[in-house]
């Protein structure tokens, strides 16, 4: 009679945690990778719509207009839903008012958000997804050859479009000075503004 006792059952419950571990960070990195992806393309989307508010035709827009903002907010909301990114997006716009620049200038500052729920295909708690945002400072000081129309008080406002919501779609919210906005708007628009 053999005393021999075998020692391969001692393995498998490690086998079944190691494997466990294994999935779990599957897992994981296939939720980072569908995060990832998500960032870099809303960072695409506001890079292009930075862009289209500085295109000959839509500046010229905004620069001679009395409403600049909304303008410039509209080709934002554009231009990232042209890009495939759906989630809400914030158009932060400053103006400077017209004894705080020359005659023939104006200045903007504006801040672009993107925000959207993205689907997990593991997650890893109860919620099934996460919210990933992106966001984008750009300042401008269009010059015109003669005198434009400038505001008598600055403007100070965030446009905000929903899921899914395109130019002409946006709802505008007044804000009451510089200091209601991201630092970072205030630390480039106090820049500009030489202090």
Known sequence: MSRYRGEGGNLAPLAVALCLVLVMMLGF???????????ARQEQALDAARSACMDAS?????????DAGAVLADAIAEQVRAQGVQGEVSVWFYEAPSRAVAESERL???G?????????PFPVSSASGAKVASSRIFSARPYA?????????????VHRFGDGC?????????????????QEMVEEAQARLGG
């Open 112 to 120: 672009m958000q993107v925000e959207e729920a993205q689907p997990l």
């Open 29 to 39: 990195l296939a939720d980072c990778a569908v995060l990832y992806g998500a960032k």
């Open 108 to 110: 903007w500052v504006v």
């Open 145 to 157: 050859a003669q005198q434009v129309w400038r505001p008598d008080s600055r403007i100070c406002g």
């Open 166 to 182: 395109g130019a002409g779609q946006g709802r505008f919210s007044a804000i009451g000075a510089l200091e209601g906005f991201p």
């Open 58 to 66: 839509r500046s010229a827009a905004a620069k001679y207009g009395d």
